[in-house]
Structure formats: structure tokens, C-alpha cells
């Protein structure tokens, strides 16, 4: 069936990296637009990253702009997430999630179970 | 930086209808989109492109964008429907997203 599941999550000292993955299975990866999307404990969501299909295009929140990295390996239907200089608000679950429209324009249709980041000392 | 603006939370009695708000200077320019996120699950898509409905999910969801307010409508409410709701559009530049704070929809 159609699925993400993201793997990579952990805990972290300030200023430390991480690299998260989304694994999809169940559809034409290489079609889709794909985002990361964070919820900090007890708070809402936070739209993180884009990515376009061929990788064309990628787009930052100004809050991880410089810090964290977009990428993907089509061939490998998987969808990464680099980062670096780690912050404790960035503690957060990091969702993928699959854009049906494309263009970046917000229909994120499918969601995996999300991943847990802590940055702790 | 952009934001989008709902209320916090909206309590409605079940079968009653429940209205959820969204305002955002760049609506009247861009999509909203609503997202349903029950405690301890990933979000689920509820409304796309302003008012349209994804495959399953029920009819008593709809959405409308007039000016700078989009609106979620619940009609006939069911427990079933107590979730966080959450609006989600672009800044004007369209490169960048951005949701709304949630509200907490309450059926009781």
C-alpha cells in the first residue's frame, strides 16, 4: 500500500547533526513533490522543507534555512533530511509527506508516522 | 514572516455545526488547505484547493476563501470529529509554507 516511513531520529547534543530518511513504497516517487513537516511536544505544525520531483528546487522555513539540507534519491525512493547545528527547539517529530498537486502548493495527502528528534545536553 | 490566524478552540454539541476560521493576507491569492490531526496520529488532508474533499473523507466536511479568511465547516458535528484542525497555505512568494496555529475542536 501506499506508505512513508521516516527513520533516523534520536537524541542529540546542541549543535550537534542528524540525517533523517522517508522511505515510500506503494507509489511513483520520482512524481512527487515532498516536505518535511515538524511538531514540536504539545505544539502545532511547522511546514520545514520542500523538495521538487527531479530535485530542481528546494525551500527552507527561515528557521532551519542554513542549517538543515533537502534531498532525495529517486532510484531509491527516499527522501532525506540533514541537520546540522542542532537547537533544542528543534526537539520535534519530523513528518514526510507526499504533495499529490506538486508546485509546492500544500495538498500533503500522504504522512508518515514521524520521527522523534531530541536535542538535549 | 507570514502567518496564518485560527482560534484556538471551537466547541460545538454533537449535530450542531462547527465553523473553523483561518485568516491570512495572502488567501486571497493562494489555496487553503485543512489538515485533521487526532491525538497521537500523523494529520490527515480534510480539504484541499479552498473547498475541495479527498477521497474518503465524509461529506459533512466542506471549505470555503472569501478575502482574507478561509473557513472550514463541519456540518452536523459527530464526537468522532474532536481533533486539532489546522489550516495551511503559502506566503505570497509561494516558496515558503506556513500553518495556522490549530484550533481544538470539541464535541460534547
Redesign the interface.
Known sequence: QVQLVESGGGLVKPGGSLRLSCAASGFTFSDYYM?W?RQAPGK????VS?ISSTSTYT?Y??SVKGRFTISRDNAEKSLYLQMNSLRAEDTAVY?CARD??G???????I????TMVTVSS | ?YELTQPPSVSVSPGQTARITCSGDTLPKK?A?W?Q?KSGQ????VI??DRKR?SGIPERFSGSSSGTMATLTISGAQVDDEA?Y?C???DSS?????????TKLTVL
Open positions: 516536505n513537516i502545532g505544525l511547522e511546514w520542500y525551500t522555513a527561515d513528518y499529490k498537486d508546485g509546492g502548493r500544500g495538498a500533503f495527502d504522512w508518515g508516522q514521524g | 514572516s489555496y488547505y489538515y490531526q500523523a494529520p490527515v488532508l484541499y484547493d479527498p486539532d489546522y495551511y497555505s503559502t509561494g516558496y515558503h509554507g506556513v500553518f495556522g496555529g490549530g
